[in-house]
């Protein structure tokens, strides 16, 4: 049920998104937005994400895209960044010694060995999959750990020396956390950070290697929720 329901967001998201940066795919993929393209900036939408209680139930769906879609394209483009890099990186046959440090220090922050799994760990997939799981998570923004938190995705915390709020619910006589974030920006790399290394997205990864289609890597995303 929450299979069909994402993928009924991902939809919404994707025809959201052309209308709100009039996006035309020219190459029958699933086009992204540019940084450039996002019509309201950072500061305005996450002042705006205060007035939702006047939206509409449509107004509110896009509100709360314009107000998360800044930190998504941002974080999605220092991802890529790096993903171009160690993908020139590899193909060089002398790297330098900074260069090697680099790859080095990529690797131990992914926990990985080499550069093919370093690269699958880095690709990105789709704002609009992004997006959708967001919604989903926060119920468009309405959800408690997202107001005060800045907890775009649900993700736990198990660290009682990290920020962190309670959550709604628990687990037996076990209280439940979610961890609060500085920025939404920062909620975006915890997300990122969390599909790079969980076990449970493994299959994920591979079928984002192989497509941007957001509806073809809906199958793969069947624990997309930590909550």
Known sequence: MQKVMLGFIVALIVLTLYSLVDIIASSGK???????????PPSQAVSAVKKQE??????????FIQTILPA???????????????????????RSASEEAWL??????????????LLRRLHT???????????????????????KANNIFGIWSYHADEARIPAAKQRGEKT???????????????????VASGYAYSAFRKA?????????????????SEL
């Not at 006047?54 to 509100?63: D, L, N």
């Not at 998504?72 to 002398?94: A, G």
């Not at 984002?208 to 997309?224: E, G, I, Q, S, V």
């Open 72 to 94: 998504v394209l941002t974080v999605k483009q220092e991802l890529d960044t790096r993903y171009e890099k160690v993908k020139t990186l590899s193909s060089k046959q002398h």
């Open 125 to 147: 997939h789709p704002v609009s999959l992004v997006i959708a799981q967001a919604a989903l998570e926060t119920g468009w923004g309405s959800s408690r750990f997202f107001k």
């Open 54 to 63: 006047r939206f509409s139930v449509q107004e509110k769906k896009e509100h």
């Open 208 to 224: 984002r290697m192989r497509t941007d289609d957001p509806f073809a890597l809906l199958r793969h995303l069947r624990h997309y």
């Open 30 to 40: 699933d086009t992204e937005p540019s940084l450039t393209s996002v019509i309201q």
């Open 104 to 117: 080095e220090s990529m690797k131990q922050q992914y926990n990985v060995d080499g550069i093919p799994c």
């Open 176 to 194: 439940i956390y979610v961890k609060k974030f500085a920025s939404y920006e920062d909620a975006v790399r915890g997300y990122f950070k969390m």
